[in-house]
């Protein structure tokens, strides 16, 4: 398994049906180009590094009902499996939701029959409103962005504008990419609303939560 061989990797996966995206966060270049290599073997449609260590790898044909995977194992239950999955220190780490106790049941015997070890991190009543889970959706976040307001984002992370203390200001970051920096103040603002916006429904979701509801919300 790739994160057992490479410990200090983080993947995570996401799953459509038709293609897997894998991201892999890494801080050593070599390293990532071994775990990439690893990778190799599937059919992929699109390979990219990105700043800092890192890359996101698409692949043509979804792997989960010919591998032996967590959703072949779900199969037709009543469980849905909510995404990203992550591969770390030679661990999956998945989050289900079950709408039936007897599903949930015959899911960890299939995974038993299959090979699979598990253990069960948190477990908590599902208070029947899929909403309450939180999961989030890219579309659902960026679809309004623009290709430059996204570019801007990316710019101003990418050279620490929001790292604390913020390691470069807008006018500093609009020179380095030879940008006004009125037009990159603009992209970047405009974005910034715009994601705001966007989560302010999953932000008042998450503060009328219980405690327990947001403990079930994080992944490790």
């Not at 609303?193 to 327990?212: D, G, M, W």
Request: charged share 20%; glycine share 4%.
């Amino acid at each position: 398994m790739i994160s057992k061989r490479f410990p200090t990797v983080k993947i995570f996966i996401w799953c459509n049906l038709e293609h897997d995206v894998y991201e892999i966060v890494c801080d050593d270049p070599e390293l990532l180009s071994l775990v990439k290599e690893q990778l190799s073997y599937f059919p992929i449609v699109e390979q990219s590094t990105v700043v800092g260590g890192g890359a996101h790898i698409i692949v043509k044909e979804c792997i989960c009902m010919n591998r032996n995977t967590v959703a072949k194992f779900i199969g037709s239950l009543n469980i849905l499996q909510v995404f990203p999955s992550i591969l770390s220190k030679g661990w999956q780490y998945s989050r289900f939701i079950a709408f039936k106790h007897e599903d949930l049941e015959e899911f960890l015997g299939r995974l038993e029959k299959g090979g699979w070890t598990y253990d069960i991190l948190r477990k908590v009543p599902f208070n029947g409103f899929l909403a309450s889970s939180l999961t989030l959706t890219a579309d659902s976040l960026f679809s309004n962005l623009t290709e430059k307001q996204i570019e801007a984002l990316l710019t101003a992370h990418r050279h620490g504008y929001y790292t604390f203390p913020r390691k470069a200001d807008v006018q500093t970051i609009a020179a380095k990419v030879k940008v006004p920096r009125t037009t990159f103040q603009d992209h970047l603002k405009k974005a910034e609303n715009k994601l705001v916006v966007s989560l302010v429904p999953y932000i008042q979701l998450f503060r009328h939560a219980s405690t327990e509801s947001r403990a079930s919300l994080r992944i490790m």
